[in-house]
């Protein structure tokens, strides 16, 4: 009998150990699992962890598309949350979330109610677990500050990217009566629509008989066409905030233009905060500098209370773009893009000693103004079948220098030893061939004479003379010498530029040929210019910069040429322009010298074949080194060649004199 009571007491205590090791989960237990999932954002496995009271306040679709849609559009990210499990077990769990969002960082603490449902713990939740403001009723809204767009101004001040106004062209479609296919034919014309486009948004599912429908924008100057729209009785007109370009085709290229973002555009900056409202750079420095010139736009996520009150959650106060101020002369790209009288080409000027571009022109252009409001399919479709390429940023572009690559030529030459500038070379005819290997190929010249020094090569632009000269140098020096000038460099510049190259250099008529810059050696024009820049800085090439923020007088590259021979080849390029017989003494000015260099570069796909031709002439005053100019024209074959930009710089030096 007592054996028997020993074993009831053992089997009791047993069932008491086995019932506590069996326990249920703990409310800490429970709601560190429901954070789990929080921090997840697995809303609908959240969900399950609700009290069947709040269960009964909100169903699960409504919980779920709640927390996505919230978190969706307050763009919540980086979510934090923590929750100390308290030593003891207890019903109520402090726990704290931490969030960015659209408007900023977010933050709170709140205690969770735990509530035994069923020998298992449930979350009493109700909205306050979004966010502690939010009672029952209340809704989330939030509300954006446009940034105002920086401006891009040129070294004076004077604005060449600014916030302006335009004229919304739209209708009152109440007000057109019979006169409606009048009046939509009319508009047509004038606005550059379609019939369609125009009773499309006419016909708008939003649209009521007395509402404005808005059809265009149209420049404020352009007063002859808003005449005529204010001339048809249902055509209203009021001034809208856009961004405006005051030099219009001056500078269209190097400025650029605004438009709506685009899905490719949205996806590739979403994650940098654009949305699809967004007006975006399309060209130019406006697409270069965009992130700067935007700005950030102000948002504030407010609860609104049943009453009508509100509370703020967060708050981004509104940040404007910066200003971009280049050393860009407004005045001078102005007189440059005018004085190029609508050639395709392109043209630059900048100060030799500070390396600062005062103008940088493409030619011929396209109103920046109108492409910002938008072009007509028919607008857009001609620039892009102009034979002259309107929209081509020939700026940008490296093209065969011709020979305004002589004294490039001429510096490595000097440099190696390999050019002696007294030495008469017995040149004899207008051709010349290395040797018979060449087969049928020879280097052609325009003036005979022998023999040929450096001053007779440079001022009659001797092309021999300078083949030879490069296939005395060789393929080693000549490209060493070439790379301290910056070829085969990208440039350090804020416009995004092609890179100047030489190519291969890998046979005699390669070498030869790019002594006088054709064969593979393309240049910027910018490049162009800052390899004149040694001859008036005593051998240093100096840095081209286009913002006044950039340091000025930078040396790029130190002493390509010697002081000595600087001055030498100087000295020579004065007389290019003030020698009769000279190839640019056309550009001589008796109160204004220039030294320079002419140059006519072949465009063709072999050789033996006749191509297109492209005209150079760079140019400097030697008194008074703050000026260098330099332009290309393309097509010059057979009515001047590079006497055509020789003239035209001439007309435009003379312009700023």
């Known amino acids: 009998m007592k054996k028997w009571i020993g074993f009831l007491f053992t089997a009791v205590v047993l069932t008491v150990v086995i019932a506590g090791c069996s326990r249920g989960p703990t409310p800490q237990d429970r709601f560190s699992e429901y954070i789990g999932l929080w921090k997840q954002q697995k809303f609908s496995s959240m969900y399950e962890y609700l009290s069947k009271d709040a269960k009964k306040s909100i169903t699960k679709q409504e919980f779920v598309s709640r927390y996505k849609k919230i978190h969706g559009d307050l763009e919540v990210s980086d979510l934090k949350l923590s929750f100390k499990k308290p030593k003891e077990e207890t019903a109520t769990l402090p726990f704290s979330a931490k969030m960015n969002s659209i408007a900023g960082p977010i933050q709170f603490t709140k205690k969770a109610k735990m509530v035994n449902e069923d020998k298992n713990w449930y979350v009493d939740w109700n909205t306050t677990y979004i966010f502690p403001e939010l009672k029952k009723g209340d809704k989330i809204s939030f509300a954006t500050s446009p940034p105002e767009r920086g401006q891009i101004v040129d070294r004076n001040g004077n604005g060449m990217a600014v916030n302006g106004q335009?004229?919304?062209?739209?209708?009152?479609?109440?007000?057109?009566?019979?006169?409606?296919d009048y009046v939509v034919t009319q508009l047509s014309s004038l606005l550059q629509m379609?019939?369609?486009?125009?009773?499309?948004?006419?016909?708008?599912?939003?649209?009521?008989?007395?509402?404005?429908?808005?059809?265009?924008?149209?420049?404020?100057?352009?007063?002859?066409?808003i005449a005529q729209l204010i001339a048809l009785a249902p055509v209203q007109t009021k001034k809208v905030s856009a961004r405006v370009y005051p030099y219009k085709d001056a500078a269209?290229?190097?400025i650029g233009y605004v438009g709506g973002i685009t899905a490719d555009e949205l996806a590739k900056w979403k994650a940098k905060g654009y949305t699809s409202n967004d007006v975006i750079g399309k060209r130019g420095l406006e697409q270069v500098y965009d992130e700067q010139l935007r700005g950030e736009p102000g948002v504030k996520v407010t609860i609104k209370k049943a009453d009508g009150t509100e509370t703020v959650l967060a708050e981004k106060a509104v940040m404007n773009g910066k200003d971009i101020t280049l050393t860009i002369d407004a005045n001078a790209q102005q007189k440059v893009f005018a004085g190029m009288n609508g050639e395709a080409g392109t043209a630059a000027e900048m100060n030799p000693v500070t390396g600062e571009t005062l103008a940088l022109v493409s030619s011929p252009s396209f109103d920046p103004n109108q492409a910002a409001l938008g072009f007509s399919a028919d607008a857009w479709k001609a620039l892009q079948d102009n034979p002259q390429q309107p929209l081509s940023t020939r700026f940008k572009q490296a093209y065969a220098p011709g020979s305004t690559m002589k004294p490039i030529t001429a510096s490595i030459g000097l440099a190696a030893k390999s050019l002696d500038p007294a030495q008469g070379i017995a040149i004899s005819g207008?051709?010349?061939?290395?040797?018979?290997?060449?087969?049928?190929?020879?280097?052609t010249r325009v003036h005979e004479?022998?023999?040929?020094?450096?001053?007779?090569?440079?001022?009659?632009?001797d092309n021999i003379y300078f083949a030879q000269a490069a296939l005395k140098i060789g393929q080693a020096q000549f490209s060493d010498g070439l790379k301290k000038f910056g070829f085969e460099e990208k440039i350090d510049y804020p416009f995004p530029l092609s890179t100047s190259t030489f190519g291969k250099l890998d046979s005699d008529i390669s070498l030869a040929d790019s002594g006088y810059g054709q064969g593979q050696v393309q240049m910027s024009i910018v490049h162009l210019m800052a390899a004149y820049t040694p001859f008036v800085n005593g051998g240093n090439m100096i840095k081209p910069v286009l913002l006044m923020t950039d340091q000025k007088n930078q040396i790029w590259k130190q002493q390509v040429v010697s002081s000595g021979d600087a001055a030498l080849i100087s000295g020579i390029l004065r007389k290019v322009v003030g020698d009769p017989?000279?190839?640019?003494?056309?550009?001589?000015?008796?109160d204004y010298p220039l030294a320079g260099k002419t140059g006519t570069a072949e465009i063709k796909q072999k050789q033996g074949e006749t191509g297109t031709e492209n005209g150079w002439f760079v140019a400097y005053n030697v008194n008074s080194p703050n000026l260098l100019i330099a332009m290309m024209v393309e097509n010059v074959q057979n009515r001047g060649g590079?006497?055509?930009?020789?003239?035209?710089?001439?007309g435009i030096v003379e312009g700023m004199k």
């Open 166 to 180: 335009v004229y919304e062209v739209g209708v009152i479609p109440g007000k057109m009566g019979e006169q409606k």
């Open 194 to 225: 379609t019939p369609d486009e125009i009773n499309q948004a006419i016909g708008a599912s939003w649209v009521k008989p007395d509402y404005f429908v808005p059809l265009k924008k149209v420049a404020l100057d352009d007063q002859a066409r």
């Open 252 to 254: 269209a290229q190097l």
């Open 430 to 443: 207008l051709k010349w061939q290395k040797d018979q290997s060449w087969g049928n190929y020879f280097v």
């Open 449 to 461: 004479s022998s023999p040929v020094n450096l001053e007779s090569g440079l001022v009659l632009s």
């Open 581 to 590: 017989s000279g190839t640019a003494h056309a550009a001589d000015m008796a």
């Open 642 to 650: 590079s006497q055509i930009p020789v003239k035209l710089v001439k």
